[in-house]
């Protein structure tokens, strides 16, 4: 037996064991660099955003998120299901967890049974906002980048600031941002999509983890599905001569993705003509994209990874285009990078380029199609890190050239260590016009976090008061101004009043725009001078500043430091009304369509319109002669609402034919029995569910009852799985066949 060939005549073997010695040694050099490099990265965000796990209420959209987790915290202990469940708080209450992407809130829900709703909201939006470079660095390493590019990607990740704010950038997340909290979710798992995709094109094996990334960025948010959806169409014909095999393998993914997302998907195509469209933005460049020519002015200038800084991710983003494009023929990663750029290019022109065009894209009519840019900006961080290992190397090239002793000092494997370091200093004096931006932007933001906690801690408490006085009571909602009027300078802090109630969980009417109930455009042309509109959106409370004047007439019951409380008359969700005539509305036009009704002394006479919805008849008027009416056409004996539940109950004498109108938001989930009947719900104007009655006392129960298909499409989802595992990793076709064969045999 011989030992070890340790040297031989001419120096092979040594030589290969020396380069055996040195590859292994660059390897480990290699990988110590790249996660001493991430350990960095995070740790750095980790510091930076850990004023976001303060306790304060939200001035921006992160208010809306944080109460639907508490909602979900609430649903699962009592039982319920939020998806089925009906959500009172904001436009009259909708089907939230239908209508809009609910998945993030359920998850941070499951983790609040143990922490709290609030604490399980700031806990995961801190964690997503610090680690997503993780993401950003696993996906790029999935698209085949090495990991210096992969690393110096992850590193740009988190220093991204755009004109517009809103894609992936901290500004987007914080407090003092902008709260897309869902889209924030999505962040992470776009990436893997995209880059599992990638991976499916050419490996069975990646089909499956494609489509549980895919599914679940349609999931947690619905405009970072399309984006991840789209490359699904793309990335077969960037490689014509496997055209066939990979065009099966994205079918197999696309299909897979459709129905693992169809419990989200199908609810909400099936009930799209129940969700409103923004009737206000619907015009604007927020929802319909800023054109082609202002996008790719700001993506030269800089303003779409380095806004108001000198353009470092730009200018490594387009050395990473150059290079991905002049080895176009060679590198199927850099063709699929191009691609993901100009795809999200494409759709981030939106209407104000393709107009009409942009029909072809199924519910673009609900989509906002500035949020697309958010997929320039990822794939953006690709090209920045490929960019950077370009330059790194012209830099190395230059060294050998024209300093060979300097190389060849650096080449010694016991500086390996030392020199990795050394490109880590480089890089980080390289990115510092970044990162010194958004750690000065941090600091500001941890600036105003700690004066709104103080805010909450003192005039907070005075509002809490006037609360905990409407939650004894009951009766109806509040109402503390509008974003349009003199509501978005009456504050706690630096949050509106109006925010700072719906971080308290109270029913209130001024918070507009937030959910897609049919109430939600009527609730902004809510006109607080008209007495009527406050029975017909069941206010019964006013919190105003002191010394300003109410609106209608009402009587104070408390004053709070600058904050007084004041209860009008009216009282209860039900009204008895008279209908004594129509108006013609659908999902696009309900709010503008419903201003002359409520401007008009209609609704304090208890006469109201019904509506012919989308088409359909309107119901049959109780008082279709106006001129014979006299006196009210009922009262309310007794009323037991529980909004929360989606139940209200009540007892009325009704003196005439009449309707007895609930004043949420309509919806075809909404049930009702008259006097233990079934009893058909109709619309009323603006947009609200009621029944009719004739003369006599009547108990009615109106009840929210959901989509039903929801347990047909979770089984969907779990036979897709089972499907695709069996096809996939499992292989179980090809054993099957080789089974059957074996036993042939």
Request: aromatic content about 10%; proline content about 6%.
């Amino acid at each position: 037996m011989s030992g070890p060939t340790v040297a031989s005549d001419d120096g092979t073997a040594s030589s290969e064991v020396s380069s055996s010695r040195i590859g292994s040694s660059r390897l480990a050099s290699a990988r110590l660099g790249s996660w001493v490099g991430l350990g960095v990265i995070v740790a750095w965000g980790c510091l930076r955003w850990r004023s976001e796990l303060v306790p304060v209420a939200y001035a921006d959209d992160s208010s809306v998120h944080q109460q639907m987790v508490r909602f979900v915290v609430g649903r699962f202990e009592a039982g319920h299901a939020p998806m089925t469940s009906w959500f009172p708080y904001l436009g009259l209450g909708s089907p939230q967890f239908l209508h809009y992407q609910g998945l993030p809130a359920m998850v941070t829900g499951a983790l609040g049974l143990g922490v709290g709703g609030d604490t399980a909201f700031r806990l995961t939006l801190y964690l997503l906002l610090a680690l997503w470079p993780l993401s950003v660095y696993w996906s790029a390493r999935l698209f085949g980048l090495g990991r210096g590019a992969s690393v110096l990607s992850a590193a740009a990740a988190p220093l991204l600031m755009s004109a517009v704010g809103v894609g992936y950038e901290p500004k987007a997340y914080v407090w003092i941002g902008f709260g897309v909290w869902a889209q924030l979710w999505a962040s992470w798992t776009l990436p893997l999509a995209w880059a599992f995709t990638w991976r499916a094109m050419s490996s069975r094996r990646a089909v499956l983890p494609a489509v549980v990334f895919v599914a679940l960025t349609v999931a947690l948010h619905f405009e970072t599905g399309y984006l991840a959806l789209i490359p699904i169409v793309i990335f077969p014909f960037l490689t014509p001569s496997e055209l066939r095999a990979r065009l099966w393998r994205a079918g197999a993914v696309a299909s897979g993705a459709l129905l693992g997302s169809a419990w989200v998907t199908v609810p909400l195509l099936a009930q799209g003509r129940w969700a409103a469209t923004n009737e206000i933005l619907r015009h604007t460049p927020l929802e319909n994209g800023y054109g082609a020519k202002q996008v790719m002015s700001w993506l030269v200038t800089g303003q779409l990874f380095d806004a108001h800084r000198f353009p470092v991710v730009t200018v490594l983003a387009g050395v990473g285009l150059v290079v991905c494009v002049r080895s176009w023929r060679t590198n199927a990663a850099g063709r699929a990078l191009v691609a993901l750029v100009v795809m999200s290019l494409v759709l981030s022109f939106g209407r104000t380029t393709f107009g009409s065009l942009t029909v072809l894209l199924p519910g673009s009519k609900d989509i906002f199609m500035r949020r697309f840019m958010m997929g320039v900006q990822l794939g953006g961080l690709y090209l920045a890190g490929v960019g950077g290992v370009a330059v790194m190397r012209l830099v190395v090239a230059g060294v050998r050239r024209w300093r060979p002793l300097v190389a060849t000092w650096a080449a010694a494997p016991s500086r390996r260590i030392a020199l990795v370091a050394g490109a880590g200093v480089v890089g980080v004096a390289v990115l510092a016009p970044a990162w010194t931006q958004i750690d000065a932007f941090g600091a500001t933001n941890t600036q105003w976090i700690t004066a709104q906690h103080a805010a909450g801690a003192s005039q907070g408490r005075d509002v809490d008061g006037l609360i905990g006085y409407v939650r004894s009571h009951g009766g109806g909602r509040v109402y503390a101004g509008m974003p349009s009027n003199w509501g978005s300078g009456f504050k706690v802090g630096a949050v509106p009043v109006f925010k700072y109630l719906e971080s308290r969980d109270v029913d209130e009417v001024g918070y507009t725009l937030r959910t897609a109930s049919l109430m939600t455009d009527p609730e902004y042309f809510f006109d607080e001078q008209n007495p009527g509109d406050y029975g017909l959106f069941a206010i019964h409370y006013l919190i105003l500043p002191v010394g300003h004047r109410s609106p209608v007439p009402a009587r104070l019951v408390m004053t709070a430091g600058p904050y007084r409380l004041l209860v009008l008359a009216n009282s209860g969700y039900v009204r008895v009304v008279d209908t004594v005539g129509s108006l013609s509305a659908d999902k696009n036009n309900v709010g503008t369509m419903s201003v002359p009704y409520l401007r008009s002394d209609l609704p304090a006479a208890g006469r109201y319109l019904a509506v012919a919805y989308g088409g359909d008849p309107p119901a049959p008027l109780t008082a279709p002669v106006v001129s014979a009416l006299t006196g009210a056409p009922g009262t309310v004996r007794s009323e037991h609402d529980d909004l929360a539940d989606g139940r209200v109950t009540v007892t009325v004498m009704a003196r005439r034919p009449a309707a007895v109108v609930l004043s949420a938001s309509f919806d075809p989930g909404w049930s009702a029995l008259v006097d233990g009947h079934r009893a058909r719900v109709v619309m009323l104007a603006p947009a609200l569910p009621a029944v009719s009655v004739g003369p006599g006392v009547h108990t009615i129960t109106f009840s929210y009852e959901g989509f039903g298909l929801y347990p047909a499409l979770f089984a969907v989802l779990v036979v897709t799985l089972v499907a695709l595992v069996w096809w996939g990793p499992f292989d179980g076709w090809t054993r099957l066949r080789r089974r059957l064969a074996y036993r042939a045999a």
